[in-house]
């Protein structure tokens, strides 16, 4: 039997030095070091019996919707509005084309995306109404859900406590005012809030990495903002998938559509404020920079000439900031920060546009698990207190609006025609403007957590700390790996 040479010592009878590490994979980080400012890996930090107790929210918060739904007339709890308005402009683009943008749903509604979203619309226009509501409330859950599953993978939570958390962060998200008024009025928004969120959450390595992002440009507006976010954090690659993804969609348009797309494109349709309500910016469902200025005495004179310069302001600093968080190693706040920012600086933004704040509430209860002593309960409070304030509340708790979800929005600020939107003050002020109000404290929280987390990010030339033997073992491993 061949004898296991010892390894050999030098004079001195210590081991001999370990070779110096070769450079360690691309992607590879160091097992127990983090870079200041950015959360450590999420492994077993909620009880055993977080699972269970978060399915049994899950099942009441579903439960209690069903049987909100059952036990009302679909009038107060589910009327597909907006959903009526895809359904007619798919038939329209189906049978009469050319009327798609000079139509009327009612007097003052119109048709208000692009082609490429009438050509999706159309395809859904085949189904027949009774399953295409359904479907259309079905898949809106699944979206938010999904959402809020794609949050926590991003943020590092696997297994059990990843479901336990999506569970319970799922189960208040379902019962805030701008989620139940997507469902009631069968709004796209959870839907495309979900492709945004999955294609971001995407490793950047994959090729079609913001597809996604320009899918959902195309069909709306408003996530084009994820482009230059993506640029300023670095996914240069991912942030030119979207631009072509959403140039694709408008080719598509205008091949299919021609004329219809020369109106949105070419004749500033979709620059018209007048296109797309009847109400005005003073409407309360409208939770934008633009109408909170609207609603206060400077609304009387012009207010666009400032509203350009505000939202100037909160989109380079809403951009800069949700960069920062994403170069500190914090990509999910960075997306969310973006998609606030988004939503303040849009002209519209009906109080369903605020679904955002379902990532968000997942953001805030990752941050408090993982925090410490006070701080843990202060995060607590604040995830707590913006789940309170965009929760749905019923109204009434008797006749036949009985507990009928209806937020917050309004409810102390009493009921003013619309010529007395620029006398509001007090309580109305508030109250009309609670969702955009609300919006701006979690922006200037976000500003606050991404300045903080670039202070304490890692300077160049600090080097990274000294290796344990383990991961010292690991590292040689990898060294070793065939390539």
């Not at 005012?177 to 979900?194: D, H, K, T």
């Amino acid at each position: 039997m061949a004898q296991v040479e010892p390894v050999p010592a030098d004079v001195t009878g210590a081991q001999p030095a370990r070779p110096p590490l070769r450079r360690l994979p691309p992607g590879y980080r160091q097992p127990g070091h983090q870079p200041p400012g950015c959360p450590p890996p999420a492994r077993q930090l909620l009880p055993r019996w977080a699972l269970s107790a978060a399915v049994v929210l899950a099942i009441l918060a579903v439960a209690g919707y069903a049987a909100d739904i059952a036990t009302h007339a679909l009038r107060f709890t589910l009327t597909w509005f907006d959903l009526n308005i895809y359904n007619n402009a798919g038939l329209i683009t189906r049978h009469h084309p050319d009327s798609l943008y000079s139509w009327q749903f009612l007097p003052g509604v119109r048709y208000l995306y692009t082609p490429f979203a009438a050509l999706g619309f159309a395809a859904g226009s085949l189904l027949p109404w009774a399953v295409l509501k359904w479907l259309m409330t079905v898949a809106s859950i699944a979206a938010m859900a999904a959402t809020v599953w794609f949050a926590f993978g991003q943020l590092g939570w696997r297994g059990r406590d990843r479901a336990a958390l999506a569970l319970g962060v799922s189960a208040v998200a379902l019962w805030t005012e701008p989620v139940l008024r997507s469902l009631q009025v069968g709004q796209i928004e959870l839907v495309l809030m979900a492709l945004v969120a999955w294609d971001l959450c995407q490793p950047g390595n994959r090729r079609w990495t913001g597809a996604g992002i320009g899918l959902a440009a195309g069909i709306k507006l408003v996530p084009l903002i994820f482009i230059p976010y993506l640029l300023l954090a670095g996914k240069r690659r991912q942030a030119a998938v979207a631009a072509a993804g959403f140039a694709v969609t408008v080719a598509a348009g205008f091949a299919i559509l021609p004329r219809q797309s020369v109106t949105w494109w070419l004749s500033g349709y979709f620059l018209h404020a007048g296109n797309f309500s009847s109400v005005g910016f003073g409407s309360l469902l409208n939770q934008s920079l633009l109408a909170l200025i609207t609603r206060t005495p400077a609304g009387t004179g012009p207010v666009t000439v400032p509203w350009l310069v505000i939202c100037a302001l909160v989109a380079v600093a809403g951009l800069l900031a949700a960069a920062a968080l994403h170069r500190c190693g914090r990509p999910t706040a960075g997306w969310v920060t973006c998609a606030v920012t988004g939503v303040l600086i849009s002209p519209i933004s009906w109080d369903n546009h605020w679904v955002w704040i379902v990532p968000l509430l997942a953001v805030a209860a990752d941050t408090a698990v993982r925090a410490r002593g006070r701080a843990r309960r202060w995060y607590w409070a604040l995830a707590a207190v913006t789940a309170a304030v965009f929760a749905d509340w019923p109204r009434f708790l008797s006749g036949q609006r009985a507990f009928v979800p209806h937020g917050l929005v309004g409810f102390y600020a009493g009921r003013h025609p619309k010529t007395d939107i620029f006398h509001l003050h007090g309580a109305q002020l508030i109250g009309w403007n609670l969702f955009v109000l609300a919006g701006l404290v979690i922006f200037a929280v976000l500003l606050a957590a991404a300045a903080r987390a670039w202070r304490g990010r890692p300077r160049l030339g600090a080097g990274p700390p000294a290796l344990t033997e383990r991961e010292h073992h690991l590292a040689d491993l990898l060294n070793r790996w065939p390539t």
